[in-house]
DNA sequence: AATGAATGAGAGTTCATTCAT
DNA sequence: AATGAATGAACTCTCATTCAT
């Protein structure tokens, strides 16, 4: 996506990264199946050697864009939803706003996190940066969802070890079906509905959200 | 999966059908990153040539694969679940039971599934018989959810289209993920206490299922 | 040294000997520090990829070039000698011959050899064919040396073992230093005074052969 | 072989010649095929640049390390070995005795002399190198062996010009062979029954130096 | 219907060399 | 004097595809 012309400014760890940036847009363009390292070198506007001067194989520039993807997946955020009052399930539908959010304004984000998990299916190295990074994510919506039992907000019976799991599968999921951003906000009401304690209570919560 | 030694006796379709298959086993093996057509060709004992005498192209050969996954997925099923006394919670049961049946018995299956999906991306070819595949299956959770809320045991208020929606990127998800069996089924625990009309209709439901 | 034109008729087998020759000429001219597979594709009249047909690596295809060596080598003689009235004697002198005819005739014979030699002290797939070549020119010698002992024309204290390898070092040493032919003829004249029963004797065969 | 750590205070001329030894090293250990100019500047603790800053080329380097080799070989000898009477025999009997003294000691030595050696079939400016060395060692024995005759150690009839020229050879070959120390003593005594007058005369001298 | 042989295009990687600093 | 960064050219090897038989 970035374009990234020569510039004999940039040197050591910056062109590191603009060839990680380049790699990863490849990913993004053309799935692992066509990547190739002289498309990358081309993006990053160096020579193909320069790239192995930097990664000695193609498999370690794989293994920088998973770290690379690894961070850019934390400091992303979509738009804050607006408050329902509970701040648990504020958080989640955070999640599906997020989601949202990398769908319309970086497709190449989940794009490529979706192809680096398939790839980690039989690569060991990515597994090793993929697999911490939703567990990561699925411990913090285990963590909100037991704020929202604490708040009286959910169920009280919300198995938040399997409810989490399977709040990450449909996120993740949703992701990978591409779902679009009406579905994803019509599906996050279901949702709501499962977590809630009472649909009563769900309507109150989301009058007081879209009558503010 | 599906070992094919060459055989002098199979001809015209069914060679087709071996190269399929072959190619089906190389992808569940190694993703479509390390597909070749030498090693279909040698897995199905025939020539290279011989290959591309039946699909002209590597495309072709993986849009036949398309269509031979269709053709599987709708054939296989894991074992019935036991009866909760509503047919629409059997049945959407009985989906978690087919993906914990895939995923065991069948990780080829699932494996290609998602290979080929997430290269629909980019292949409208493929696209073209997996989207269907998976808006049949959606329509189908869709007709259940529509049942169980006609029994009286599902939720009344349950938007069965965004309901449905749900339910496949949870276990798209789930499966996308590679959850383990365990995982899976304390997970439906969850989508039952979603769907189901109150808490105490599903410990009733639960009941008997666990003491018949 | 022998330029292959493309040839629809040259197959299976004989495209084979065809690569070997032309690496072999390809060795002859270059030595294996300049070895480039295109070179040899070229120099064969064929693509690149032809070679890897044939021969799956560069190793391969040299150690086809070793085997390609022993069988010629063993079947080139140069100009056979005029007879000195010793048949062990004659065998010697023509092993001479024989380096004189491969200097001028076949140069490139000598050249590849060495550089196999040379190349066989780090590659024992190398050293598996060239050892036992060198190993079985030396037992032939040392047999002929016991001949010319029971012939009465050498000496009775020759010890033949040590005496073939210094014989085979001689020989040896003279082609990696590419003596003359006329070096050669001279230092011939020496070899038979060392291993002549006396000069006397040597001087009645030189007789002999020179006017017969 | 010969270690070198990167040291600051040298410079100059030194650092010259610390690469051409780790040249050298090079050499010894992987033949001209494995040559790189990285591995030798690595070796020498000097950046790649730092080497070219020095030799322009990879051939300057290469025909660097000749004139080193060159002063190499002048300089080592192997230990005296025990007089039988006769300079003349004793010095040729000192060349075995070198040859066994670089086999064992010096294996880098002889190795790089034989890839030189080889290498300059095609290339003149190492040729102008190796040669003199070469045609310089054989005038010498060339000398000893004229002493040998006027000695009255060695045949009168012994051609001095094609004795030094198959000494030569013969012990080039030996170390081409790479003969053991063993069989090197070995042919020495045959080598020995070769020059000297009579076999008496050799029994005479061999006594004296077994019988101090 | 089936194949062995052949290939053009291109893959990842290497290497001697250069250049700005 | 010395280097990190960069590169063009070339390397071995691969692969989908073609073609004569």
Same mark, same amino acid.
């Given at each position: 996506m970035v374009?990234q012309?020569? #510039?004999p400014?940039?040197a050591?760890?910056?062109r590191r /990264?603009?060839?990680?940036?380049?790699?990863?847009? %490849?990913?993004?363009a053309?799935?692992?199946?066509g990547?190739r390292?002289?498309?990358v070198?081309? @993006?990053a506007?160096?020579n193909?050697a320069t790239?192995?001067y930097?990664f000695?194989?193609?498999e370690a520039?794989i293994? *920088?864009? =998973?770290?690379?993807?690894?961070s850019?997946?934390?400091?992303l955020?979509?738009?804050?939803?607006?408050s329902t009052g509970s =701040?648990?399930?504020? %958080?989640?539908?955070?999640?599906?706003?997020d989601a949202?959010?990398?769908?319309? !304004?970086?497709?190449?984000?989940s =794009?490529v996190?979706l192809?680096? /998990?398939l790839?980690?299916r039989r690569?060991?190295?990515i597994?090793?940066?993929?697999?911490?990074?939703i $567990?990561?994510w @699925? =411990? *913090?919506?285990e963590?909100?969802m037991k704020? *929202?039992i604490?708040?009286g907000v959910?169920?009280? #019976?919300?198995d938040?070890?399997a $409810?989490s799991t399977?709040f990450?599968?449909?996120l993740?999921?949703a992701?990978s079906?591409?779902?679009?951003? *009406? !579905?994803l906000?019509q599906?996050f009401?279901?949702?709501s @509905?499962?977590l809630l304690?009472?649909?009563?209570?769900l309507?109150s919560k989301?009058?007081?959200r879209?009558?503010?």
């Open positions: 374009e012309e020569r #510039d400014s940039v050591g760890e910056d /990264q603009s060839l990680v940036r380049a790699a990863f847009d %490849c990913i993004a053309g799935g692992f199946e990547l390292t002289r498309s070198a081309e @993006r506007g160096v193909i790239l192995h930097y000695p194989t193609k520039l293994a *920088g864009v =998973a770290e690379y993807l690894a850019r997946f934390i400091a955020h979509g738009m804050p939803v607006r =701040a648990a399930l504020d %958080c989640l539908h955070q999640e599906f706003a949202r959010f990398y769908h319309a !304004k970086h497709p190449d984000l =794009a996190m192809e680096l /998990q790839r980690g690569d060991p190295a597994r090793k940066v993929i697999d911490p990074l $567990g990561h @699925r =411990a *913090g919506i963590r909100w704020v *929202g604490v708040e959910f169920r009280r #019976d919300l938040v070890s $409810g399977l990450v599968s449909a993740w999921g992701t079906l591409a779902l679009s951003a *009406g !579905k906000e599906i009401e279901e949702v @509905r499962w304690a009472s649909a009563a209570q309507e989301r009058n007081r879209t009558k503010p």
